[in-house]
């Protein structure tokens, strides 16, 4: 079977009007120059080169894809260099972020002891780097630099090297850090630790998060909810944070899986952050959804649900209308609850916009994917996704980095999409003008690179502004062998990698389906698929697409073919969603999208629960889309 269907002529056409687009500008030779380098220097090949060639291509142009890799090889490079009139053109050439670099540098660099601090405070550096440098600059560095290196890499997570520090630290210090990383990492001796400690250094934020969220973890729910009381709360309103709003929300969630209603509403009012934030609007929607789904008062919801509305975001704006008008039909103010789901249903790429539609049309069914979905529904959706209003591209030529368009440009006509792709969602990042994110869109289109589409799509959506039907693309055809309700496939994929066959997650999750080779193994093997499991091979778009169906398929059937809890398992794990849904205390046969919308709502992940609401909102564009071929 045939994945990949490209229109050869009409990207030819494009390409060649592109080329002439940008024939006038003088330094397209330039760019085609610096594109030949940066192919030489990002490459597996090019980990070993002179130093000044890294130096030469980081200094002489703005930055471009990959700055970080170029960077690293630079400094690794120069960290080998021991000549002392190469060292002293090079040492001030970039900033030093790496260790070993910066100790050749010694005695060449301008404010050298300010930036010794710097570094060290940056976490940079193995144990043995640590040592040498040590020896070198020890003598300018305060207890205060100490403590700074030690809360970054606990931060980041890197327990290992924030254990090392804790000998450089003062007493105090050193207790504070040791209770710091045993609530961190849940260890035996975190109570006793923590008790230990003198009052003063137990009221310490940090500790005070870690320790809520080990006692969340290990569903110690009274402990924690004594020490929000006591401590977490007056801390959270001095210093407002996404990282304390986060844990806030995620142990309301938490109260209300467990059953503890009230003590979940208490802790989801949360108004520490302005309303212009997305963790606010959070707390804002659960704190409304409980209202009304367990308190029963639809005025206090709609009070909650009211600032969602306003939101930047379509799906934010999306499921505050749709659940102000189910806190209208609560009231029995049919009109006002008419009104409500008509405003939702503006934005009919929403999951919400859709489930607004629904209830306008009296249709059920949709969570799961109902296959016998009225054609009157799906003619209503396909009318308001016809009259989406359209925004007009910049011209590509004119986008402020011409040379990152024209270096995607030449890529894509050498025949390297992967790398044209690279350059385009690159582009992507640096622009914050929706008429130069949909520019982009359009480019990527007429390169035929669907991840370009699918990313500017999820851009312009937090500006309220919907791509539609071009951050939808389709090129890849469904399995005709799959059981997989129609239009699922395509719609996990668009989540998951945007259509991008070579994407890489930080946890090695590999290509459209973003699959894990141990996993893709065991699924490979329990579906009698004989065929390579390993890393390269899930690059394959036929081969990531033949096993991420059947593990699909095989968790549909493990949860009887209820859609939302098959999505979910994909992205959390199947053993959490049973966890979840042994919590329910519900025999799960009252599967209607009222019971199955709270129960998505109620999953203590807020990526899980975006996720779902993501591939349920592509399910239906896809199926109902006119410009979708089957």
């Excluded at 110690?220 to 806030?248: K, M, T």
């Excluded at 997305?278 to 409980?290: K, N, T």
């Excluded at 040379?403 to 969602?425: H, M, P, R, T, Y």
Aim: glycine residues 4%.
């Amino acid at each position: 079977m045939s994945l990949y269907r490209i229109n050869r002529a009409f990207l030819l056409a494009s390409s060649v009007f592109l080329s002439v687009t940008f024939s006038a500008h003088a330094q397209s030779t330039d760019v085609q120059s610096r594109l030949n380098e940066w192919l030489i220097l990002t490459s597996p090949e090019g980990t070993n080169l002179p130093a000044e060639r890294y130096a030469d291509f980081l200094t002489k142009g703005p930055i471009w894809p990959q700055n970080a890799r170029i960077l690293w090889r630079y400094q690794n490079a120069l960290s080998q260099i021991s000549d002392p009139d190469t060292l002293k053109a090079l040492c001030r050439v970039q900033p030093l972020t790496i260790m070993a670099a910066f100790l050749v540098c010694h005695g060449q660099l301008l404010e050298e002891s300010k930036k010794a601090k710097l570094i060290w405070q940056s976490g940079a550096g193995s144990a043995s780097d640590e040592s040498l440098f040590l020896n070198q600059y020890s003598s300018d560095l305060s207890s205060d630099d100490y403590w700074k290196r030690y809360e970054t890499l606990e931060k980041s997570g890197n327990i290992a090297s924030a254990r090392r520090q804790i000998s450089f630290l003062t007493p105090a210090q050193q207790a504070l850090a040791q209770a710091r990383l045993a609530q961190k990492t849940n260890s035996a001796d975190a109570d006793y630790l923590f008790s230990s400690l003198p009052s003063e250094l137990r009221q310490d934020p940090t500790l005070i998060r870690y320790r809520l969220k080990m006692l969340r973890h290990s569903e110690r729910f009274n402990e924690a909810l004594d020490l929000w009381h006591s401590a977490g709360i007056a801390i959270q309103e001095n210093s407002p944070s996404h990282e304390w709003s986060a844990e806030r929300l995620s142990f309301a969630h938490a109260l209300l899986l467990n059953n503890d209603i009230e003590n979940a509403a208490n802790i989801a009012d949360d108004t520490s952050l302005p309303l212009s934030t997305s963790d606010r609007l959070e707390a804002q929607f659960f704190s409304g959804f409980i209202q009304l789904r367990f308190f029963k008062k639809p005025d206090q919801a709609e009070h909650f649900f009211s600032p969602l509305t306003d939101a930047v975001s379509l799906a934010t704006q999306s499921q505050g209308w749709y659940w102000i008008g189910r806190s209208r039909q609560e009231l029995g103010d049919v009109k006002e609850a008419q009104k409500a789901f008509i405003n939702a249903a503006k934005n009919p790429t929403t999951f919400y916009g859709q489930l607004a539609l629904a209830a306008l049309n009296n249709e059920i069914g949709l969570l799961n994917a109902n296959p016998n979905v009225s054609s009157r529904f799906l003619s209503d959706l396909q009318h308001r996704l016809d009259i989406v209003p359209n925004i007009k591209g910049t011209a590509p030529e004119n986008l402020q980095r011409s040379d990152l368009v024209q270096a995607a440009i030449l890529l894509s006509q050498s025949g390297n999409s992967e790398k044209a792709k690279v350059f385009l969602l690159f582009l992507l990042s640096t622009t914050h003008e929706p008429a130069d994110q949909k520019s982009i869109a359009d480019l990527s289109e007429r390169l035929n690179i669907p991840a370009g589409e699918v990313f500017a799509a999820h851009t312009l959506a937090h500006s309220r502004i919907a791509l539609y039907p071009q951050g939808y693309p389709s090129p890849w055809q469904e399995p005709t062998t799959t059981s997989l309700p129609s239009d699922f496939l395509l719609s996990v994929i668009r989540q998951e990698s945007g259509f991008d066959t070579q994407a890489i997650s930080s946890a090695h999750a590999i290509g459209l389906l973003q699959l894990l080779p141990t996993a893709a193994y065991d699924v490979a093997r329990k579906a009698h698929l004989r065929v390579n499991t390993s890393s390269a091979a899930l690059l394959d778009p036929s081969t990531n697409i033949l096993i991420g169906s059947a593990y699909l398929e095989q968790l549909l059937e493990h949860f009887d073919n209820v859609v939302p809890y098959a999505l979910a398992a994909y992205n959390a794990g199947p053993h959490r969603v049973d966890t979840w849904l042994q919590s329910e205390q519900s025999n799960n046969t009252n599967l209607t999208d009222e019971y199955l919308i709270d129960w998505i709502e109620k999953i203590p992940y807020q990526e899980t629960r975006t996720y779902i609401k993501n591939i349920e909102g592509n399910m239906w564009v896809y199926r109902a889309s006119k410009n979708y071929v089957r």
